[in-house]
């Protein structure tokens, strides 16, 4: 039976590896590129100081101006990146769905069933054949993209915990590729041919990363709140890489009055109670600047979480589509 199925699927073997090496040949030149532009204008040093906390204002001005270049150079890298988000979900289209599907459409799996091998049996081996492949090819895309990837988290504000970087890199395509391959072998023995089971598994693929990504992963861990005086001497100061949530200029009974803004009075204007600086606003005396974020050290962690969440998801839809099989006639 393990011959018989590496004989069925060697041929989408050779092609996604295939497509793998094209897609490494790619990648590999303009990771280099960004990573020798990274180092000439000196931002690795600039990260390191950056983090400080006693870090002179001209230095992170001068690297902020650093890091501008970098993204104005390499900035359209990002919708890249975008493209190279629906790699799982190819798999799943293409590995999955047709797994269950295409041998019910075709009858073949009559003749499987009948030739002394039960459907649990050949369940077994499909299924772990497709998704030993699928996960070593996810672990190698995972690493892979950590590696091109990091010049442009390392240059943004946002960081890894970036809503596009953040699923390309780390475990978490490990768990999103498990996951597309198992609900488009679920989708196929519900639907049992191959154009449903391939829309369901498009839809089922989107709709749950989205909901996830959205409603989900900012709530993993409790955020943590800065704040600072309106009517203060610079900026607030966050480490390089946190997820900012939700920001605004709140007054200081705690109401939010602006939204997605911040207010700095400069040195020796009339702070809020002056009815100068923010008055136009509706500031009073004590409003401050507020934002609700994630830290950037929490990136594993949340990795972590969202890999289990995905691969719980997988191991479900397996049990599932093996109980399925045997309702299939």
Not at 196 to 211: E, F, S
């Amino acid at each position: 039976m393990i011959w018989l199925a590496w004989r069925q699927h060697r041929r989408q073997i050779l092609i996604t590896l295939l497509g793998f090496a094209a897609l490494a040949a790619l990648m590999i030149p303009i990771g280099l590129s960004m990573r020798h532009t990274f180092a000439d204008l000196g931002l690795p040093e600039c990260v390191r100081q950056v983090a400080r906390a006693d870090v002179a204002p001209a230095t992170v001005d001068g690297c902020e101006a650093a890091f501008r270049r970098f993204a104005n150079r390499y900035g359209s890298m990002n919708l890249v990146a975008v493209l190279l988000l629906i790699l799982p979900m190819l798999v799943g289209l293409f590995w999955g769905a047709p797994l269950v599907a295409r041998e019910v459409e075709h009858g073949t799996h009559r003749f499987a069933w009948t030739q002394g091998v039960g459907r649990t049996h050949w369940a077994l081996v499909k299924f772990g054949l497709v998704v030993a492949v699928t996960a070593a090819v996810a672990v190698c895309y995972g690493l892979g993209m950590s590696w091109w990837v990091s010049p442009l988290t390392q240059a943004a504000h946002e960081g890894r915990l970036g809503i596009i970087v953040f699923d390309l890199q780390g475990v978490a395509p490990i768990g999103y590729t498990l996951f597309a391959v198992t609900l488009g072998i679920f989708a196929g023995t519900l639907w049992r041919r191959m154009l449903p089971a391939m829309t369901v598994t498009l839809v089922g693929y989107v709709g749950v990363r989205a909901a996830v990504a959205v409603l989900a992963r900012p709530h993993y861990q409790p955020a943590r709140t800065l704040t600072f005086p309106v009517d203060g001497a610079g900026p607030m100061r966050m480490t390089r890489g946190d997820w900012i949530l939700s920001s605004g200029v709140r007054n200081a009974d705690g109401r939010m009055v602006a939204a997605d803004a911040q207010v700095v009075c400069p040195p020796g204007a009339p702070g809020p109670g002056g009815g100068v600086c923010g008055a136009d606003l509706g500031l009073g005396p004590g409003a401050y600047n507020w934002q609700l974020y994630q830290p950037a050290n929490r990136f594993w962690l949340f990795q972590y979480i969202e890999t289990g969440i995905f691969v719980a998801l997988a191991a479900l839809l397996l049990y599932f589509a093996v109980r399925r099989l045997r309702r299939i006639a």
